[in-house]
């Protein structure tokens, strides 16, 4: 049984402060009675259809309007592994997600919610938490596509970790409670307070009993304090001839641009200030681009454009640097409103849906439009920082993916529809059961699809660089 998200769902609601909204008691009446419709247990199913496009096809279709000489790097970083694949292919399992039962429920997702997506970064008050970071396919959708992804690449990197089969279960389970219980407990708090709910260092530290967790945290917090833009300065950076700093090339990863291009930069960077708030507007205004450089991030990203600015301050140790990325239509947005566009700027539509699904968010984040491409623009260097989760045990394992299931309900929680989820999975273990039975039989499809890929490659179908 399939339900398709209506493609002629309203863009933008209408906001009014004169109407009473549906009462909480009844929207969690009605998530409740959705379990006619579609039962819980229906979520867990993973079968693959007969009309199931190539994943091949639709990794090759992602490639189009990327960088041409950047694809065979991306395609390489997605045949290192199963999970760099399932990294790469968030459009696969859009794809996937959409043919599969669905509750209708739809807050603004992540899109990509992979369990390497979430992190460490720096508050406006330079404090770290920890939450979602990663918004490039964010996106109204339905919620439940969001907790399949994580469940699912939980379930791929323990395996790719060397945990058991009953340990990636356990995390997964972790995962899926801590999610339906946070869920739940949110939805009868006010709006105002649970859009102010967050996770800080100090409270991750307090709410971890497993001492291996608390050492890997401490650890990955140590690095991702010492990311800022003054620390980057050497690591980047060199003199120049007439003494003042450039950006160090590391081809093909880093690139320098020729004067024309880098002119429609700083220009661009111009148009971004305009987006930002009056403080911080005011605050880049005492900034000047020294360099500017292409550089290759992640996996999802490589082969759309994505520029670093080194700035400086009134003074040649107050630096700056701004990272600016492509962004394109979500990899969820087809199957929500069609071929018909919500959005006119995506650089736009990531930080807006970043802010609504982070508590706080990097005060410089703007968008802007560079020779005809729309980008987002945020700090290059803000205390960003990933546990290593390949160096911890199935225990520490299931105990941080328990943590990212509850920052992934508090997101949805602070855009729409937690009453009606909260109704919907309700108190027992239907949906974490679920989501396991999803889990594993998605984390079989994932190696399957990473074989298929590897197979293009050494076929000669598709290009692959490998270890960049």
Request: charged share 25%.
């Amino acid at each position: 049984m399939t339900h398709v998200v209506h493609a002629d769902a309203p863009a933008q609601p209408y906001l009014t402060l004169r109407d009473r909204p549906t009462p909480r008691a009844e929207r969690w009446a009605m998530g409740k009675a959705l379990r006619q419709r579609v039962k819980r247990s229906d979520l867990g199913t993973w079968e693959v259809p007969d009309d199931r496009v190539d994943p091949v096809a639709l990794v090759e279709e992602s490639h189009e309007g990327r960088e041409e000489w950047l694809v065979p790097v991306r395609v390489g970083r997605m045949v290192a592994s199963p999970y760099g694949f399932l990294r790469g292919s968030a459009i696969v399992m859009a794809a996937d997600c959409a043919a599969l039962p669905s509750t209708g429920i739809q807050p603004v997702i992540c899109g990509d919610s992979h369990v390497g997506n979430f992190g460490f970064y720096g508050s406006p008050e330079r404090e770290l938490v920890l939450d979602l970071n990663d918004f490039d396919e964010a996106h109204p959708g339905p919620w439940e596509w969001d907790l399949r992804r994580l469940c699912a690449s939980t379930w791929v990197a323990g395996r790719q970790n060397g945990h058991s089969e009953g340990d990636c279960a356990e995390a997964v389970t972790s995962c899926s409670a801590a999610y339906r219980r946070q869920v739940r407990r949110l939805a009868d708090e006010p709006l105002l307070t649970r859009s102010f709910e967050r996770l800080d260092l100090d409270s991750l530290l307090a709410g971890t009993d497993d001492d291996e967790l608390s050492e890997a945290i401490e650890k990955a917090a140590g690095k991702a304090r010492s990311r800022t833009s003054d620390r980057a300065l050497p690591r980047f950076t060199e003199q120049d001839e007439a003494g003042g700093r450039r950006i160090v090339e590391e081809p093909p990863l880093i690139t320098r641009l020729d004067p024309v291009h880098s002119e429609a930069l700083a220009i661009g960077l111009d148009e971004y200030l305009t987006t930002l708030p009056s403080h911080w507007r005011r605050l880049l205004g005492g900034y000047t681009v020294l360099d500017m450089a292409h550089k290759v991030v992640g996996v999802g990203s490589v082969g759309l454009r994505a520029y670093v600015a080194l700035c400086e301050g009134s003074s040649p140790d107050d630096v700056l640097f701004l990272q600016l990325k492509q962004a394109r239509r979500s990899v969820v947005a087809p199957y929500v409103h069609g071929d018909s566009a919500w959005h006119e700027h995506q650089g736009q539509r990531v930080v807006e849906y970043q802010q609504a699904l982070q508590t706080v968010s990097d005060p410089l984040l703007g968008w802007t439009t560079v020779e005809g491409r729309q980008f987002y623009v945020r700090q290059f260097r803000n205390m960003k920082g990933t546990l290593a989760l390949d160096r911890i045990g199935a225990t520490a394992f299931a105990d941080y993916v328990g943590i990212c299931g509850r920052l992934l309900a508090k997101g949805h929680a602070r855009t729409s529809g937690a009453s009606m989820i909260a109704g919907y999975v309700g108190k027992g273990e239907v949906l974490d059961e679920a989501m396991c039975r999803f889990a594993r039989a998605y984390a079989d499809q994932t190696e399957a699809d990473h074989a298929a890929l590897s197979r293009a490659v050494r076929d000669g179908r598709v290009a692959a660089e490998h270890g960049l």
